[in-house]
């Protein structure tokens, strides 16, 4: 048959494999020293045949005190682009129980967009969400059924949207990491903290995860998605070669990030229509494809839908077309699937019934509605309840249905993004998969894909106005000034000041008069604070720091330290712990000279070079 003299081609030489999005970085001087990072991207319409270049996705604004010395430059605040604030009826729509549509799409935002994240203090939405938690819980819950459902609808279809745009936020930095030109403006450590922070901000408490944590969570999250990429695309490639179907990848398996292969997110599975006119002598296994049996589908026989042609030669190799001793296939497109969903590939579109994965959310969604909204059954307050249904859907999960919610949103936030982006799919076909998942946006504060090149041009032009604005520059220094008293006063001071601002407004800026000695000791901390997280993760890495890792970058870490006056203990520790543990002799001529300096703050270092 056709399908198995083709599987293996179609895999191993990559079949229509598809070119990754195109993504650029660029920077911004705005305020004093400090710079716009942004992302740009390509929005393809193929419905209406344009085309929307450099178009911007995400910026992340990067303090950096006015010089290039990486030790000096701190991310602070994300804004994702394409997610705005819900009109009015977007508004209404959302506290709707059972509301399960797209209301009205935004159009225009011409307002400064609100950051989505505050990376200088990432705590905050940690707090917000444990006070609106327990606000629903001790307040509103109580007041009856229509209360309690409308406000939990609401606050969930806010939570739900916001998630979706960090979602599409790390499939655009998964895609940008692949690009080697992206590292010349902004470096390995700082895309590291960007990627960690919008992750572990769809996490309850993610926000309080230490930053000396969040290299190590980024090397933990991507391993992890690529097992899970790579076990889905062995069981669905198995599944499909089973049951005589064809498996094809959306993304080219040759992409690397670094060295190793990046595996695709999305996969097709098709069917060829010469392969059913053996269908009655085929068998079928579901599981884990979640469609049904093609074999006994007499709509495929008389298919009037989306199909391709492709030109195969005598070896079943796919050639161009006109190829001399070329026969034609067509090929029928049954399923779409997402390959990062946990344990099972998640089927998002089905050509065949369109409603399919549509069903599967509105019940699942129905049932928490009711369960917490109506009948008002809470974690806190059924515990029995509650128990029995994480064993339920913990079997359920083991079985392969789809029973993560922020799972699924993660998959259809990916693939919409993908549909977005990729512009080497066929058009006819993009629009259909597009048609088809928009099935899925069943949050009313969403947008359509169409207006979101505009909604973001829009926002990133009101941004930079703000950013250069007075207004701006004040805001920066404000945020300046916090972070130096985080430096040198105690966490009660700062809780005091921080309460008194609420009623004085903190002390004036002037942003025309920026001041100078400001910039001169936040600098010198945030210098003193860059070398200790390095040494951190070096000592972390292995017990013996010069080996893996270059002697003289490791010695400048050790001198700035050394030869800082205002080093907390913390940092003599690290000093001695590097000091102690290496073997190179130009960081023990380091330690030395350290031990010599006149306001080494570092204990006794002399048994290291004995």
Same mark, same amino acid.
Request: charge should be neutral; charged fraction near 20%; hydrophobic fraction near 35%.
């Given at each position: 048959?056709?399908?198995?003299?083709?599987?293996?081609?179609?895999?191993?030489?990559?079949?229509?494999?598809?070119?990754?999005?195109?993504? $650029?970085?660029? *920077?911004?001087?705005?305020?004093?020293?400090? %710079?716009?990072?942004?992302?740009?991207?390509?929005?393809?319409?193929?419905?209406?045949?344009?085309?929307?270049?450099?178009?911007?996705?995400?910026?992340?604004?990067?303090? *950096?005190?006015?010089?290039?010395?990486?030790?000096?430059?701190?991310?602070?605040?994300?804004?994702?682009?394409?997610?705005? $604030?819900?009109?009015?009826?977007?508004?209404?729509?959302?506290?709707?129980?059972?509301?399960?549509?797209?209301?009205? *799409?935004?159009?225009?935002?011409?307002?400064?967009?609100?950051?989505?994240?505050?990376?200088?203090?990432?705590?905050?939405?940690?707090?917000?969400?444990?006070?609106?938690?327990?606000?629903?819980?001790?307040?509103?819950?109580?007041?009856?059924?229509?209360?309690?459902?409308?406000?939990?609808?609401?606050?969930?279809?806010?939570?739900?949207?916001?998630?979706?745009?960090?979602?599409?936020?790390?499939?655009?930095?998964?895609?940008?990491?692949?690009?080697?030109?992206?590292?010349?403006?902004?470096?390995?450590?700082?895309?590291?903290?960007?990627?960690?922070?919008?992750?572990?901000?769809?996490?309850?408490?993610?926000?309080?995860?230490?930053?000396?944590?969040?290299?190590?969570?980024?090397?933990?999250?991507?391993?992890?998605?690529?097992?899970?990429?790579?076990?889905?695309?062995?069981?669905?490639?198995?599944?499909?070669?089973?049951?005589?179907?064809?498996?094809?990848?959306? !993304?080219?398996?040759?992409?690397?990030?670094?060295?190793?292969?990046?595996? /695709?997110?999305? +996969?097709?599975?098709?069917?060829?229509? *010469?392969?059913?006119?053996?269908?009655?002598?085929?068998?079928?296994?579901?599981?884990?494809?979640?469609? +049904?049996?093609?074999? !006994?589908?007499?709509?495929?026989?008389?298919? !009037?839908?989306?199909?391709?042609?492709?030109?195969?030669?005598?070896?079943?190799?796919?050639?161009?077309?006109?190829?001399?001793?070329?026969?034609?296939?067509?090929?029928?497109?049954?399923?779409?699937?997402?390959?990062?969903?946990?344990?099972?590939?998640?089927?998002?579109?089905?050509?065949?019934?369109?409603?399919?994965?549509? $069903?599967? %959310?509105?019940?699942?969604?129905?049932?928490?509605?009711?369960?917490?909204?109506?009948?008002?059954?809470?974690?806190?307050?059924?515990? %029995?309840?509650?128990?029995?249904?994480?064993?339920?859907?913990?079997?359920?999960?083991?079985?392969?249905?789809?029973?993560?919610?922020?799972?699924?949103?993660?998959?259809?936030?990916? +693939?919409?993004?993908?549909?977005?982006?990729?512009?080497?799919?066929?058009?006819?076909?993009?629009?259909?998969?597009?048609?088809?998942?928009?099935?899925?946006?069943?949050?009313?504060?969403?947008?359509?894909?169409?207006?979101?090149?505009?909604?973001?041009?829009?926002?990133?032009?009101?941004?930079?106005?703000?950013?250069?604005?007075?207004?701006?520059?004040?805001?920066?220094?404000?945020?300046?000034?916090? %972070?130096?008293?985080?430096?040198?006063?105690?966490?009660?001071?700062?809780? +005091?000041?921080?309460?008194?601002?609420?009623?004085?407004?903190?002390?004036?800026?002037?942003?025309?008069?920026?001041?100078?000695?400001?910039?001169?000791?936040?600098?010198?901390?945030?210098?003193?604070?860059?070398?200790?997280?390095?040494?951190?993760?070096?000592?972390?890495?292995?017990?013996?720091?010069?080996?893996?890792?270059?002697?003289?970058?490791?010695?400048?870490?050790?001198?700035?330290?050394?030869?800082?006056?205002?080093?907390?203990?913390?940092?003599?520790?690290?000093?001695?712990?590097?000091?102690?543990?290496?073997?190179?002799?130009?960081?023990?001529?380091?330690?030395?000279?350290?031990?010599?300096?006149?306001?080494? /703050?570092?204990?006794?270092?002399?048994?290291?070079?004995?």
């Amino acid at each position: 048959m056709l399908q198995s003299a083709l599987v293996t081609v179609l895999l191993g030489a990559g079949f229509l494999s598809q070119p990754p999005p195109s993504y $650029r970085v660029e *920077s911004q001087p705005v305020a004093d020293g400090a %710079e716009l990072v942004t992302v740009f991207g390509r929005l393809e319409n193929p419905a209406s045949g344009s085309q929307n270049p450099d178009v911007p996705l995400l910026t992340v604004l990067r303090d *950096s005190l006015g010089d290039s010395d990486p030790a000096n430059a701190r991310l602070r605040y994300v804004w994702i682009l394409t997610s705005t $604030r819900p009109t009015l009826w977007q508004r209404a729509a959302s506290a709707l129980s059972f509301g399960f549509f797209r209301a009205r *799409s935004k159009t225009h935002a011409s307002r400064v967009p609100a950051p989505t994240l505050d990376l200088a203090s990432p705590y905050k939405s940690v707090y917000g969400n444990l006070f609106s938690d327990g606000l629903q819980v001790l307040e509103f819950d109580p007041l009856g059924a229509a209360i309690r459902s409308t406000t939990r609808t609401y606050r969930g279809n806010s939570s739900d949207y916001t998630n979706l745009q960090v979602f599409q936020a790390l499939s655009t930095l998964d895609n940008l990491n692949r690009d080697p030109d992206r590292s010349s403006v902004l470096s390995e450590g700082q895309f590291r903290e960007l990627y960690a922070r919008l992750s572990l901000s769809t996490h309850a408490f993610g926000g309080l995860v230490r930053e000396r944590q969040l290299s190590k969570y980024y090397d933990k999250q991507t391993s992890q998605l690529e097992q899970t990429r790579g076990h889905n695309w062995d069981l669905l490639r198995q599944r499909a070669e089973l049951n005589g179907l064809i498996f094809e990848p959306l !993304t080219p398996a040759s992409d690397t990030l670094g060295e190793a292969p990046v595996t /695709p997110s999305e +996969a097709l599975l098709w069917i060829a229509r *010469s392969d059913l006119d053996g269908r009655a002598e085929r068998q079928f296994n579901g599981q884990f494809l979640s469609i +049904a049996n093609p074999w !006994t589908d007499d709509r495929l026989m008389h298919w !009037t839908g989306y199909t391709q042609t492709r030109y195969f030669d005598s070896d079943n190799h796919p050639v161009p077309a006109g190829t001399p001793g070329a026969r034609a296939e067509e090929m029928i497109p049954l399923a779409l699937y997402n390959l990062d969903y946990p344990r099972v590939p998640l089927l998002l579109v089905d050509f065949r019934d369109s409603l399919k994965p549509k $069903r599967r %959310e509105m019940v699942n969604q129905g049932a928490s509605s009711m369960v917490t909204g109506v009948l008002g059954l809470t974690r806190f307050g059924n515990p %029995e309840f509650f128990a029995a249904e994480a064993l339920w859907m913990f079997v359920r999960g083991r079985h392969g249905f789809a029973v993560n919610r922020n799972a699924r949103l993660e998959a259809y936030s990916e +693939a919409r993004e993908f549909l977005a982006m990729d512009s080497g799919l066929d058009p006819a076909l993009k629009i259909q998969l597009q048609r088809r998942l928009d099935h899925l946006a069943l949050n009313p504060r969403e947008n359509d894909v169409s207006h979101e090149a505009t909604l973001a041009r829009e926002q990133y032009a009101a941004l930079l106005k703000y950013a250069e604005s007075p207004r701006g520059a004040a805001k920066l220094e404000r945020d300046r000034r916090k %972070e130096l008293e985080a430096y040198t006063q105690s966490a009660g001071r700062r809780m +005091a000041m921080g309460l008194g601002r609420m009623f004085t407004r903190g002390p004036r800026v002037d942003p025309e008069k920026p001041d100078s000695t400001l910039n001169i000791q936040l600098s010198a901390y945030r210098s003193s604070d860059y070398h200790m997280r390095f040494l951190n993760q070096l000592l972390a890495s292995s017990p013996s720091p010069d080996v893996v890792w270059d002697s003289g970058v490791i010695s400048r870490s050790v001198s700035a330290l050394s030869s800082d006056a205002n080093a907390t203990p913390q940092a003599q520790h690290l000093v001695s712990e590097v000091c102690a543990r290496s073997t190179d002799s130009d960081i023990l001529a380091t330690c030395l000279s350290a031990q010599q300096h006149p306001s080494t /703050p570092v204990g006794p270092l002399a048994a290291v070079g004995q």
